[in-house]
Each structure stands twice: as C-alpha cells, then as structure tokens.
C-alpha cells in the first residue's frame, strides 16, 4: 500500500483527531478540543502583554529570548521620553502555528490632549517547555514601535506656534517675539570659584547661587540651573564676561517682549517657564518644559495669545524624521485701546515718585478709551486698575454733581470755619485752614472739608451714591473691562449723619481706583458717562458704551468750578505754566491707617483737552504738593 493512501485511513480511522506535525516519519494528533485551547493559551497570553504594556509595566509577562527586567529595562529607556502620556494597546489579531504564534497589536498613546499616536507592531509568541506561552523579545530590535533601533529613546516634544501679538490702538506692538538669553549654570562642569564669579556679574547676593550649586553637586543632580533672562542689548553687554566663566550656558529662546522690560508690566504681565501650579490649573494645556504668562494680560489670556499646542514624536537615532507630528495653532493677536506715547508720558512722570507706589491712568474723552495704565515701581500689582483706595477730597467732585442738581449755586455763600462737630465727631480743614463766609465755588476751588460737611447735612443718604456712579464711580463697568481684578469703585449708601459727612468728602467707607477716578474725570470733560474700554479685541461681552448723558447745566458748572482749582485754587502753584491748553481739576489727600497723625495718601484728577487722567501717591503730604506735579510732569510728556 502506497504512502498516500496509509495517510488517507490513518486520517479517516482517527476520527476527531488532526495532524499537528511529524518527524522521522512518525506523527502526532491533538484533538480539535486541543487545538482551540492552545489558541486560547496563544491569545491570553497575548492580551495579558498588550495590558501590561497599557499599565506601563511589562515586568510581570514570560519572555524567550530575554528575561523580563531586561525587557522592563528596555521599555523604560525607549518610553520615558513619552512622559506620562496614557497608552492603550490590543490585540488585533494572532494566528498560532504548532508551538509558535504570530500577530499583530494596536498601540495608541495619548501624547497629548487630543493627540493621538497610533501604530501597529508585530507580536511573536512561543510556546515553553511547561506548555506556557512566552512573549518573543529578540534581542538587537525594539518591540516598542516599528523601524526603532533597539537603543533608540522616544521622545514626544511640545510644539508652539507663533504667539499673538499685543497691539496698541494705532497697530503698532506694543508685545511682540523677541529673543532672549537664559543665563544657566551647568552643574557638571561648574565650579564653587567660577559660579562666585558670575554671582557678581549678574549681581546677585553672594553666596546664593554657590548654594545652589552646592546642593545640585550634593544630589548628582544634571539639570541646568536657571540664573536669569537677558534681552539683546544686555546680554552683549555682558557676553564677554560670561564667555570667560566656566559652567555658564545662556541658549536663546524667543519669547514676547513689550518696548522694554518695565514698559507697562503690572498691565501687560510676566511670561516664562510654568510652574506646578499652572500646570495643575491647565487641565492638560501645560507641561513642565512649557513656557506660558504668567500675569497680567499675559496670563488671563494665555490661551487665546498662546493658541494651541502641538505634539511631535521622535527617536532618538533619528530625530530628523517625526514619527508622529500634529501642528500647533498659532495665537491670535490682541488689540489694546492703548496709545504707546501716551503710556510712555505717564510712566516716564510717575519716575518722580522714586520708590513710593504710584499710579496714573489716562482716558480719552471722546471715546472713554483707556489711554494709559500705568503704576511704578513696575515690578508690582496693577493697582492703576485693582487698588481700592479712599478717594478723599477727589470725591467732592460726585458730591457737588449732586448738590448742584439740588439746585446749589456756585455763588452761594457756604461758611469755610476751621472745625465743625457731626454727631459728635470733629471734622477739619486740611493744615487748620478757614475760609470764612465764602461763595461755594471758593470753598470748592480749595476744597473745604467743613463747608462740605454743613451741605452734607442737606443731602439724603443716597445722594453721592447716585452722583457717583452717573459719573461711573460704582458704575459696574469694571465687570466689563476684561481685566480680571478691576475695581471701578465702592460709594455705599450713607447711614446717617456722620457717614453722610465722611462720604461727602471721600473718607469713611468710600473706596475708589485711580482708574475709576479718571471715568469719572472724563465724564465731566464729555458731559455723558461711557463705559471704560481697554481691549478693542477679542470682543468682550457684556459693556454697554451707549453715553449716559449728564445734566447739561450741571455739567458746565463743574467743569468751571474744576477750572477754579487750577486757576485760583488748590493746583495753581504745581499747574503754573503748563502748557497745551486749560487744565481742570481736583486735588485730594485721603487719611488711612491707625497713626497719630494718620497717613495720608496724594491724588489729583482732571483732564486737558482730549485726555482726562487721574494720579495717586500711594504716600504724600497732599494732592497738591505730590500729585499734581506729577500730573504736570505728565501732560509736559505729552507734547514732548
């Protein structure tokens, strides 16, 4: 009988049973039932691999060909350039052939939010002498992605595309891309005596940086140590210096750069490397590694000046080639009312207030646009727009709005005395001074706190609440200037007669910012309020710019009694010989804190033309004497 047909019985005589292989002319048979349990076996042990991938930990899965933390080992080094990036892999099919099977595994990972890198790679299994499956891991190739050196490392790398520009209202940047140089220290080649060396040249504390290093050598710590950002100029200025150091790096970054470093920086805000905070907060946006604002407008707009970040995948064996890349959206610029001579007018006046805080706002008259905003020293709050302040005598300006809807005449004479008492309380002029029996356009030209004490007697409780904000003091506009922090002033209601008098002339529980007081200067000027704008786009909602108009007669008169204060009030000596046209004005000096005598702090607001402003001394002896110069100063900058 021929061997073909000894096969054919053989086959036909073993019901139920399959040739699974033969050698030396012998044969072997595994029942059907066998045959679906191996491959069961083969895919199990398939899936339990492709979900300790998933779980980033393949230490617990049975390899041929290497042990399991050589295989650990390897997923480690090729993987940690993926950072935590979340990775889901499958089986998608899996053939087995005798003691062997073969297939094929979907591999996902998140590399970022919405940023998927999928791929398929080959799955080798083979069967053990215990009947176990094992994962093949040949030794020479990566199992981790396809067409990866064995040694090769991933690496997934944020991308960012151009940030949007800050614009001012003519177009012109008022932040745009600029290069910096960040000054480093690189603890394995840097010394004690080289990094003493560069603590004078960047003038740092003696010993500070030292420390650092100190503490980086004490751990075996790599990492580069930030010392300090450079713009151009500086940083070529001082290269020399720094070239001869050794252990210094300073590559060059390209970040947003205003005119110069303290060109409106409490406003325009900080950018630079986020911090765990922020990365926190992002809910995926940010990364360690990233660069983002940090405050001010920088910060709350991060996102639209930022735009969207990308992703890119590479191997460390050939970089050049992104095995995964998705774009980044470029930022979208933001236009500012903003007017850069104006801004650099009141930074430049605001210098002469040295170290004490100021700030100065200006607003154009026409539109109720936000000039200027602008505090020094520049490292600190923008309290131009946050700070919450007594306005003091400033307010008298809302105050005599109402009187003067009361159907008050300028040319009534209200005694000016030295001192009068309220519900018990004492109230005086500033220095002692008394007028006497004056017209009131007299007592307001030099700003009698008694005469306006006597006329708060008059009034209703609500009286210079609603004054107020007619001339947007308490307006609510702040919730519409898209700052986040704004305050545009507090006048509360009075409750009875002592705070109906502390109110009249901006103490007790007033409170006001400097740019609320330059609203409310502007509103005088146009004789209408309009809600304040500072951000032309994107569009914030919510304002409402339609002029509230003023009282016609009312508002005329108050703009000739805010002429008195310069011409022959309190602001005539600083305001003499100011040139550009007529000022007008109000001086105010606000008492706070619990000293004997208390503190006071300076203001003075006004207008000239078509720009009305408003200035604060955080410390000074009085409007006139501190603010008003200042604003002097800065109107003189304007014509510059």
Known sequence: MSAMSRRIIIVSVVAGLVVVGGAAGGFAFVSHGEQVRLDKDARTAADQFAAAWSHRDVLKVGYAGRTASQVAASFKSTTAGLGGAPVKVAVTSLTRDGDKANGKLSVAWTVAEGSTWAYTVPISLQRNDIELWDIVAKEGASMWAPGLGAKAKLVAARTWGKRGDVLGRDGSPLVSDGTVYDVAIDPARATIESIAELEKVVEEPPGKLVTKLSAAKASGSKAPIFVIAYREDPFRALKPQLDAIVGVNYPPRVQPLAPTSDWARPLLGSYGPVTAEAITKGKGRY??????????????????????????VTASDKPEAPLFEKAATAGAPMTLTLDPKTQTAAESALAGSGKVHS????????????????????????????????????????????????????????????????????????????????????????????????LAATMGDSDVHDAAAAL???????????????????????????????????????????????????????????????????????????????????????????????????????????TGGPVYGKTGTAEHGTNTPPATRAWFVGWQGDVA??????????????????AKDFLENLRR
């Not at 990364?287 to 890119?312: M, N, R």
């Not at 005598?393 to 309220?422: E, F, G, I, Q």
């Not at 109230?427 to 029996?437: C, D, Q, R, T």
């Not at 545009?488 to 007790?508: I, K, L, M, Y």
């Open 287 to 312: 990364v360690a590694g990233d660069y983002a604002g940090l405050s001010g407008l920088q910060g709350q707009y991060d996102a639209e000046l930022g735009g969207t970040p990308g992703v890119k």
């Open 359 to 454: 700030s100065l706002v200006a607003v154009d008259v026409k539109t109720g646009e936000l000039l200027a905003v602008a505090d020094a020293p520049t490292g600190g709050s923008n309290l131009a727009l946050q700070g919450r302040y007594q306005p003091g005598s400033t307010l008298k300006v809302a105050t005599t709005y109402a009187l003067l809807n009361k159907d008050l005449s300028p040319s009534k004479m209200v005694p000016c005395p030295k001192s009068v008492v309220v519900d018990g309380r004492t109230v005086v002029n500033y220095e002692g001074e008394s007028l006497g029996p004056v017209p009131f356009s007299v007592d307001f030209a030099h700003s009698c706190n008694t005469a306006f004490t006597k």
């Open 472 to 578: 947007g003091v308490g307006a609510g506009w702040d919730k519409h200037l898209g700052i986040a922090g704004t305050f545009g002033g507090s006048v509360p209601v009075a409750n009875g007669g002592t705070d109906r008098a502390a109110t009249a002339f901006g103490q007790g529980r007033t409170e006001a910012s400097p740019a609320s007081l330059a609203v409310m200067a502007a509103s005088v000027a146009r004789g209408s309020y309009i809600e304040p704008a500072l951000i032309r786009s994107p569009a914030v909602p919510g304002a409402d710019r339609t002029p509230k108009l003023l009282d016609a007669k009312v508002a005329g008169q108050l703009r000739d009694l805010m002429r008195l204060v310069v011409t022959k009030g309190t602001a005539t000596v600083p305001m003499r010989g100011v």
């Open 613 to 630: 402003f408003a200035v604060l001394v955080d410390e000074g002896r009085s409007g006139a004497t501190v603010a008003a110069p200042l």
